[in-house]
């Protein structure tokens, strides 16, 4: 099936950074992807809906500004957490579906941990 | 979006064939019928998708009945490897995104 690969798959930062998050599609071209937030032991909570070359949807409660999205190309969609704080330690999850494909399948990546400290 | 219902958690010895049903009363008639498995710390993985009757693959079977409102999961002879949460998810997906609910945290027992 189709690869979403998402760098970096962990990464430890302070307080008060900024932390980017890479989405890409390595075999196919995404219109739009999926930004997902995972707590432990929780379901995956969609964050926001990332379209090429829009402005992203976000769901209701995510900040737009402490959480920026950018879809810039095809294949890549890029999620900003500006500001981190300890309670943005999460498990960052983006999906994407692949349009050729013969079933409506969205292919997740394998997840970047973020931890504030 | 359709809401689903599914246990919370089931146990299951090796070499058994495990079922996990889902509820989905208000299924709309586009809506597919997806199940995704996770391990910790990874991405959700497509397992099987239909729209009614049966689908079979490599991994596991999908039952529907004739009014949607529920669908089975079947894995077949599960192992230690198998122990893992199965998210059952309804909606037409395409450009519209997947919707998780709890989710199945299945455990295998040796």
């Known amino acids: 099936g189709a690869v979403v690969s998402q760098h970096p798959s962990r990464v430890i930062c302070k307080s008060g950074t900024s932390v980017k998050i890479e989405c890409r599609s390595l075999d196919f071209q995404a219109t739009t992807m999926f930004w997902y937030r995972q707590f432990p032991k929780q379901s995956l909570m969609l964050m926001a809906t990332s379209n090429e070359g829009s402005k992203a949807t976000y769901e209701q409660g995510v900040e737009k500004d402490k959480f920026l999205i950018n879809h810039a190309s095809l294949t890549l969609s890029t999620l900003t957490v500006t500001s981190a704080h300890p309670e943005d330690s999460s498990f960052y999850i983006c999906?994407?579906?692949?349009?050729?494909?013969?079933?409506?399948?969205?292919?997740f990546g394998p997840g970047t941990r973020l931890t504030v400290l | 979006l359709a809401k689903t219902t599914q246990p919370i958690s089931m146990d299951s010895y090796e070499g058994q064939e495990v079922n996990i049903t889902c509820s989905h009363n208000?299924?709309?008639?586009?809506?597919?019928i997806t199940w995704y498995q996770q391990f910790p710390s990874q991405g959700p993985r497509f397992i099987i998708q239909?729209?009614?009757t049966k689908v079979t693959n490599e991994v596991a079977s999908l039952f529907i009945p004739a009014d949607r409102k529920s669908s089975t999961l079947s894995l077949p002879r599960v192992s230690l490897s198998d122990t893992a949460v199965y998210y059952c998810?309804?909606?037409?997906?395409?450009?519209?995104?997947?919707?998780f609910g709890k989710g199945t945290r299945l455990s295998v027992i040796a």
């Open positions: 208000n299924i709309a008639t586009n809506d597919y």
């Open positions: 999906s994407a579906r692949d349009p050729t494909g013969s079933y409506n399948e969205q292919f």
């Open positions: 998810l309804v909606g037409f997906s395409g450009n519209t995104p997947l919707v």
């Open positions: 239909g729209y009614k």
